[in-house]
């Protein structure tokens, strides 16, 4: 089935005409050919598809980001890295879904690779609350990337939930010290990390995962304090004002390349990952590999160091 | 009546003089060089969220037990209602000298204050409008002083402030008063009050949270100690930051403390919030807090736990 984001109804009204043309050609009572008509509105197609998705406003974006055709980080981990073997569990409480983690390869390198993961259909998505993890995913992550780094093994992590989840078991087991934590645990942590932003980095629940030497983003991913959704609710007391706190927020990849908040942007197909996920992989393989090289060829020391003086240089002020 | 009265001799007073409270309270400016003076607090004025909670005027009423009270014994009591132990809020320079010893406050980075790093709209007539209300750059007190003797680093929110918002200068105030406390081998005291991060700083502001804890990851590396002082309220980006990470986390009473909104968790969930929900006394049940402790009491007892945490590196140097 398809599914149509409401940006994208214009290029969707030229398909549906041209289906139209086709099967009252191919119905043939006439012998007229339509193939001049044809051409015109494939050509139309391209031309409005290129229109739009090269001028994409951030709240398009954001929507392009929570795509339901969009790839998520199991579909990531499949297509990049080989030999993944999920390991579960907190060893405190549950076995969060909404994060998985695992030993995988990548150029016969053995790495720890962990992701926040959303379902596809209702019953995955029950599964997967959504993809906003509870307590138990941001310590299941720590006791994973605490076993790489006794063990020496780069992490790679891939962000994408809207958040971490807002629920009354998620209060009382602690969800704010689970996230913080592994902020403060992150940034000693003697391995290489790299942190790569495949959809919805949706506030603390992503930065969870999110305290890493180089921090990538795909092109059409978003990365941001407060959901456009809340923030328009806070300010402007009104969901009309979505898209201007969108676009205020600077979350696209592009606006935070340029404030210097992510250091890579990861390019996608036109309209979107989904449209050719394996392309996609193949830029992230290469950027994770080198990424891995680069980093793996720095000293201990140095490499925690920078990774410390990346967050620290975060942040504007005056003083006079 | 300047000095500390008896409680049952004022509630007698109070009782005399019904309706009193009603009164408008005075509005003065801020002085505006009031941060640059350790231990000066700047005056209440009116206004914005403290109308409603902070005593201002001669008169206020407590609003858990309805009490009548004067405002000055209320200050003497350090905004703890002697009737019914509600705290009311301090503002940070309240809170600042109820904690260090006499004029031993040397405060860091007093003229560090915002800029419009995305040009966000209304955000430049916010920060004014809440350094006019308060007499503070931002959000936070940072400095270096004596806790009964003791030599530590402090630093104190005030949810006035733009309910405390963090954005990048509480981050970078807070980042170097840790940093100061590491190279000199000092505890750290925060006492946090906070909304969350504020969203008008973007993603500058969520980055504030890895910063202050990886700068808390290295003082702790030293062996050196955090206590955390949860006040009410203290909520989502701050508290899944620093303030959860203490080798200590205490709290003062009724704090609301917490990661999610109780109105967005209902939202979410559509159940019913437990009682207590996101109180220090529930988090202390469900074991995040380490003590509850009553403001009159916590000098003392942040003296007599930095006495426990600092015993070995006492001993050491002595
Ligand atoms: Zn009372």
Known sequence: ?320 | MTEPVDPSESKLKTRALPGVETREPSITPPPSASDQTPLKRPKPVSGGPRKRLMPEGIWTKCPKCQETIYRKELEAKLNVCWQCGYHFPLTAWERVSSLIDGDSFVQADSEMSSVDVLSFPGYLSKLESNQQKTGMKDAVITGLGLLHGRKVALGVMDFGFNGGSMGSVVGEKLTRIIESATEQSLPVIICSTSGGARMYEGMFSLMQMAKTCGALAYHGREKLPFISVLTDPTMAGVMASFASVGDLILAEPAARIGFAGPRVIKDTTKAELPKGFQTAEFLRDHGLIDAIVPRKELKGRLAWYLDCLMASRDAAQA
């Open chain 1, 1 to 320: 089935m398809k599914h149509t984001l409401e940006f994208e109804k214009p290029i969707a009204e030229l398909e549906k005409k041209l289906d139209e043309l086709k099967s009252h050609e191919a119905s043939g009572s006439l012998s007229v050919s339509f193939q001049e008509e044809i051409a015109l509105i494939e050509k139309k197609i391209r031309d409005t598809r290129e229109t739009i998705f090269s001028n994409l406003t951030a709240h398009q974006r954001v929507m392009l980001a929570r795509h339901p055709k969009r790839p998520y980080t199991l579909d990531y981990i499949r297509e990049v890295f080989d030999h993944f073997t999920e390991l579960h569990g907190d060893r405190l409480f549950a076995d969060d879904r909404a994060m998985v983690g695992g030993f995988a390869s990548i150029d016969d390198s053995q790495v720890m690779v962990i992701g926040t993961q959303k379902g596809r259909d209702t019953k995955e998505n029950i599964l997967r609350n959504f993809g906003s993890a509870h307590p138990e995913g941001y310590r299941k992550a720590m006791r994973l990337m605490k076993m790489a780094d006794k063990f020496g093994l780069p992490i790679v992590t891939l962000i994408d939930t809207a958040g971490a989840y807002p629920g009354i078991g998620a209060e009382e087991r602690h969800i704010a010290e689970a996230i913080a934590v592994n902020l403060r645990e992150m940034m000693l942590l003697e391995v290489p990390i790299l942190a790569i932003v495949i959809g919805e980095g949706g506030s603390g629940g992503a930065l969870g995962i999110g305290v890493a030497d180089k921090v990538m983003i795909l092109e059409n991913a978003y990365y941001s304090v407060i959901s456009p959704e809340g923030c328009a609710a806070i300010l402007w007391k009104s969901s009309e004002a979505v898209p201007q706190a969108a676009e205020c927020l600077r979350i696209t990849a592009d606006q935070l390349k340029s404030l210097k908040l992510v250091d890579q942007i990861i390019p996608e197909p036109l309209g979107g990952a989904q449209n050719d996920v394996s392309a996609v992989a193949t830029s992230m393989r290469q950027v994770i590999s080198q990424t891995l090289k680069q980093l793996g060829s720095m000293g201990v020391s140095d490499r925690m160091k920078a990774r410390y003086d990346r967050f620290r240089a975060f942040g504007q002020f005056i003083e006079s």
